[in-house]
């Protein structure tokens, strides 16, 4: 059984920094894509960012040039770092995990990834 932890979610004013991190446990497996997914109040949820094998990314442009993801092979791990943080940006955030290689547009597509985490909650005050 693999599992998908989220940590690094939290409260931070508008304008403010956090950083995200999941990381996977459980039987030793390789993931070729990770990825953020948020959901906020009342919407569906959405793409955020994500990194295949290969090291190529994907982002919403939402959160261009804002939002940084990167991953750690080795260890199984993808970080979220999040700068300039806007109220719009507050929501349940979701790491994510796909065993197939997908090249960086097919990221976007929530349906390709296998694995999810619980989610970890993120709020921005104005």
């Known amino acids: 059984q693999v599992q998908l932890v989220e940590s690094g979610g939290g409260l931070v004013q508008a304008g403010g920094n956090l950083s995200l991190s999941c990381a996977a446990s459980g039987r030793t497996f390789r993931f070729n894509v990770m990825g953020w997914f948020r959901q906020a109040p009342g919407k569906e949820r959405d793409f955020v960012a994500a990194t295949n094998w290969s090291g190529s990314s994907a982002y919403a442009d939402s959160v261009k040039g804002r939002f940084t993801i990167s991953r750690d092979k080795a260890q199984n791990t993808v970080n979220l770092q999040m700068n300039s943080l806007k109220p719009e940006d507050t929501a349940v955030y979701y790491c994510?995990?796909?065993?197939?290689?997908?090249?960086?547009?097919?990221?976007?597509?929530?349906?390709?990834?296998?694995?999810w985490g619980q989610g970890t909650q993120v709020t921005v005050s104005s």
């Open positions: 994510a995990a796909a065993s197939r290689p997908y090249d960086s547009s097919w990221l976007v597509r929530e349906h390709l990834y296998n694995y």
